[in-house]
């Protein structure tokens, strides 16, 4: 059975930091998934945050491209969303993905993160 955890949502003033993980388990050959992080706002459609391949290639977002940074820790089955210089628009719950042909996509439960003064 597939499972991903996401964990590091919290609530921070804008300019702040934050730092998601999401722990992988029942993935066959985790480093061969694409990962990724998705984020649904109130009231809005789910949207691609970033993502990153087997071999480390990293995609954003243009509302968070130079402020987030995504990474992946193969023998921890992990991946990781660094977030800076947090804006209030940036508020909403974010979703671990993974993705490999012929399987999935798999989602996370989600994470809320609230950028608030």
């Known amino acids: 059975q597939v499972q991903l955890v996401e964990s590091g949502g919290d609530m921070v003033q804008p300019g702040g930091s934050l730092r998601l993980s999401c722990a992988a388990s029942g993935l066959n050959i985790f480093r061969l998934y694409v990962m990724g992080w998705y984020r649904q706002a109130p009231g809005k459609q789910r949207e691609l945050v970033a993502t990153i391949t087997s071999d480390s290639s990293t995609n954003y977002s243009d509302s968070v491209k130079g402020r987030f940074t995504i990474s992946r820790d193969n023998a921890k089955k992990t991946v990781f969303l660094q977030m800076n210089s947090l804006k209030p628009e940036d508020t909403a719950v974010y979703y671990c993905?993974?993705?490999?042909?012929?399987?999935?996509?798999?989602w996370g439960q989600g994470t809320q993160v609230t950028v608030s003064s």
């Open positions: 993905y993974a993705k490999l042909i012929g399987m999935g996509p798999y």
